[in-house]
């Protein structure tokens, strides 16, 4: 599931950033280091141009993301990869927000018609789709979706991944309000665009600070060693 990053390295077998742009490439990071990647479409894409791709310019890159997914498809995908993700130097986790609904594979859901959505999960706009799902959607969301719930369910997974990754990095697409959770949700907003749900600039923005998270994390690494 490298979705096409430049390089990837050997297989072993809630509070909000302002950023200014960087030059793309530009050296943020010091020493390569092997970086293991899960979230959802905000970090899924690794086409030119894109975060992710900018990244592997100065990193080994292994990417897990899928585009739609809930935040327990995120924590099962660390599951299904955790000796990846313990064998790497640094994981980032690209979390999603809390209301959408895990959904098996095998269940039909429209979006997934489309190749690039398959493994994509249920939320709130599915209530608006056509036929059946919609109906189902509607239904769920009316008389059983509780945000208690929801929220209370995402905070105990979050807890679970920051347990299995120590070291590790935390974005989100989203507003949090979590502290240990950085939102790259104003970038967004100011720079909306299709390449991971952002433009040219704010794809280099978030590379940007993601790596200059990278950086901290390292040396903390490095100093704890010492």
């Known amino acids: 599931h490298r979705h096409g990053c430049r390089r990837a390295w ?13 030059t793309a490439g530009s050296d943020q990071t010091g020493a390569e280091m092997n970086v293991v990647i899960f979230g959802d479409s905000f970090s899924a894409y690794c086409a030119p141009g894109s975060w992710i791709n900018l990244l592997a310019a100065d990193h080994g890159i292994r990417n897990f993301s899928t585009r739609g997914a809930s935040q327990y498809r995120i924590y099962r995908t660390i599951l299904q990869n ?39 999960d249920m939320l709130a706009a599915d209530s608006l789709d056509k036929d059946a799902w919609q109906n189902i ?28 990754l120590p070291n590790s990095i935390h974005i989100s697409g989203f507003p949090v309000t979590d502290s240990r959770i950085k939102s790259i949700s104003e970038i967004h907003r100011d720079h909306k665009g299709h390449v991971n749900h952002l433009d040219e600039i704010g794809n280099i923005m978030v590379y940007d600070f993601v790596s200059r998270m990278i950086k901290d994390v390292s040396e903390s690494i490095s100093h704890s060693g010492n």
């Open 10 to 22: 050997p297989d072993p077998s809630r509070s909000a950033i302002k950023s200014t742009p960087a």
């Open 137 to 164: 959607a509607r239904t769920y969301y009316k008389f059983f979706y509780d945000d208690d719930y929801q929220q209370h369910m995402y905070d105990l997974l979050i807890n679970q991944i920051i347990t299995l």
């Open 82 to 120: 955790l000796d990846r993700a313990s064998a790497a130097d640094i994981v980032v986790c690209c979390h999603t927000n809390p209301d959408r609904i895990f959904v098996p594979d095998s269940s039909p859901l429209p979006c997934r018609s489309n190749n690039v959505y398959k493994h994509c």
